[in-house]
């Protein structure tokens, strides 16, 4: 990005790689395909010998380029997919009592495969929406949020045992009950930062009936629909919708969205504030789009063709993200309502509704507990995960040049200011946010976390071997960051000559 020295697919224009000069960009020159733990160890070992910075790469969905790095040695998880395990009786590592059931699964394992091959079985997992994210990569590491957050709680409350290996080149477990600092960092903490991932093990829940609703239409009122969505957003939380809802820049407005414990009566009710509104504001012109049915189980759920579409579209394009957990508090008296509603109509937006504030965490796991994870704790009181999204077109020239791209970074970080006024002290979601969030400790840890965190990382990892941008013990100046874009913080006047002097630089000094 820094240097535009591209050859990059586009979803859209294959061709576009064809007659270029192509340098290696952020990409590793070497891979190592990991088969095994032994392999991992094998390349770890070969890193800390010749001291070559290591990358650590999956599926490659990350949105901030942190499962890849210039010249360093990449290792590759993504065909480590043994068959799932699952154990009806499932007693993690150092505990001396059964958890429940439980599947195991690889390194790259995806989502969607993985739904597939549960169905049947009785059981269901809580994974991401995507359907080619992986569940025990960056997924996981970022705390992970599924249509089934809101009943069953994120990836990270879901973990029961993890396998790694350490920088050093120890094999080894980590659960609630032995290792608990590592099972802290790795669920939360971040991804590629204190060992490779070998296999996760996940509670099962038992499979059932879900209500589906996908509603939809251009409303003429873009304030009265912004003050419904943002009234109702308690309930339809505590009701145990997971899934999403927003209005776009042209009044379009949609809500997505699943249910595992309402019945189809019970969920008409819940939605009834909405779908009343967009009955008595359809016209033919602009009709109202109404789906609420009733689907027998969890895979069924993953079928829907409208997720599907929406799923489908990220699919080959270049977009990037800013986040903010928008506390239940803001939304509990009349003058917060409205702030957040003056912030949203004065631009379009989505929210993704899988936050777990209405799932009720163990004891254990609360903050301070054996069980705790190293998310911030703005993930517990949240009602919304609220982003917005840029997207650009890698086949055009004009949109791929670092300037536009470091005015669009910079835009999509500024975008949420007027969200983070208005919920102070809460947080991002790291594996969905502003790729230059400012203050990012607080924002996707809290200085406490962040504290015990680079801890943890120095012990196991002293010297760096390990490393992405912005994650726990990221040194701001290392070359493997080289080619992030100089934004916000760096260059606030991005008319300024600052940029030309960095991009001067860039060329003139290194291969980025
Ligand atoms: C289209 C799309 C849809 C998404 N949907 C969701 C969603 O529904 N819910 C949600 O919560 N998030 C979602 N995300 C965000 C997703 O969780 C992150 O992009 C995540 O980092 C992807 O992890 P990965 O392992 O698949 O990707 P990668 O890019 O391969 O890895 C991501 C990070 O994890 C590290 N990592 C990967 N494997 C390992 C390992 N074995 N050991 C240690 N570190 C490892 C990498 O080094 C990197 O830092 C989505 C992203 C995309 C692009």
Not at 52 to 60: A, D, H, L, S, Y
Not at 83 to 97: H, K, Q, R, S, Y
Request: glycine content about 10%.
């Amino acid at each position: 990005m820094a240097q535009n020295r591209r050859c990059t697919l586009s979803a859209n224009v294959r061709s576009n790689v064809t007659n270029q000069i192509c340098h290696q960009g952020t990409v590793p020159d070497y891979y190592i395909e990991a088969r095994s733990a032994e392999d991992i160890q094998l390349g770890l070992r070969f890193a800390r010998e010749h001291k070559i910075p290591v990358t650590i790469k999956n599926t490659g969905h990350d949105y901030k380029g942190r499962s890849t790095g210039p010249n360093t040695l990449a290792i590759w998880t993504k065909n480590m997919v043994p068959d799932l395990d699952i154990n009806e009786n499932f007693t993690p590592e150092g505990c001396d009592a059964s958890v429940g059931p439980a599947v195991t699964y690889g390194a790259g394992q995806t989502t969607r495969d993985m739904y597939q091959k549960l169905d049947g079985t009785g059981y269901m997992a809580v994974g991401g929406s995507c359907t080619t994210v992986g569940v025990a990569g960056g997924w996981l590491a970022g705390g992970g949020h599924s249509i089934l957050t809101p009943t069953f709680g994120l990836g990270v409350d879901n973990a029961l045992q993890i396998r790694v290996v350490l920088p050093n080149g120890t094999y080894t477990t980590a659960s609630r009950c032995q290792n608990q600092d590592l099972f802290f960092a790795l669920r939360g903490g971040g991804g590629g930062t204190y060992g490779v991932v070998t296999e996760v093990t996940s509670k099962l829940h038992k499979d059932r009936q879900f209500t589906y609703a996908f509603l939809s239409m251009t409303v003429p009122d873009l304030r009265k629909i912004n003050e419904i969505m943002v009234a109702n957003a308690e309930r339809w939380a505590d009701d145990g919708w997971g899934g999403l809802y927003g209005v776009d820049d042209n009044n379009g407005s949609v809500f997505l969205a699943f249910n595992p414990t309402l019945s189809l009566e019970e969920s008409k009710e819940s939605l009834k504030g909405l779908t009343d509104y967009f009955e008595s504001v359809q016209t033919d012109a602009a009709p109202f789009t109404a789906k609420i049915i009733t689907l027998a189980n969890h895979w069924e759920a993953q079928n829907q063709a409208e997720l599907l579409s929406f799923l489908g579209s990220e699919a080959g394009i270049s977009l990037t993200r800013s986040s903010r957990l928008v506390p239940r508090d803001n939304f509990q008296t009349p003058e917060g309502q409205k702030a957040i509603v003056d912030v949203l109509v004065a631009k379009g937006w989505a929210s993704v509704l899988g936050t777990p504030t209405a799932f009720e965490l163990p004891a254990s796991d609360l903050p301070g507990g054996p069980g705790e994870s190293a998310l911030t704790a703005a993930w517990r009181n949240a009602l919304w995960h609220f982003t917005y999204t840029s997207v650009w077109d890698q086949a055009d020239p004009a949109a791929v040049e670092p300037k536009v791209l470091s005015t669009m970074f910079t835009q999509i970080s500024k975008d949420m200011d007027p969200m983070r006024a208005i919920t102070p002290g809460a947080g991002a979601y790291a594996s969905e946010g502003d790729v230059y969030e400012p203050d990012h400790i607080r924002s996707f840890w809290g200085q406490k976390n962040y504290d015990r965190l680079l801890k943890i990382k120095r012990e196991l990892d002293p010297d760096n071997l390990l490393s992405c941008f912005t994650c726990v013990g990221y040194e701001e100046d290392n070359e493997r960051h080289r080619c992030y874009l100089p934004v916000r913080s760096e260059t606030p006047d991005l008319t300024s000559t600052v940029v030309d002097d960095f991009m001067h630089n860039l060329v003139e000094n290194i291969d980025c």
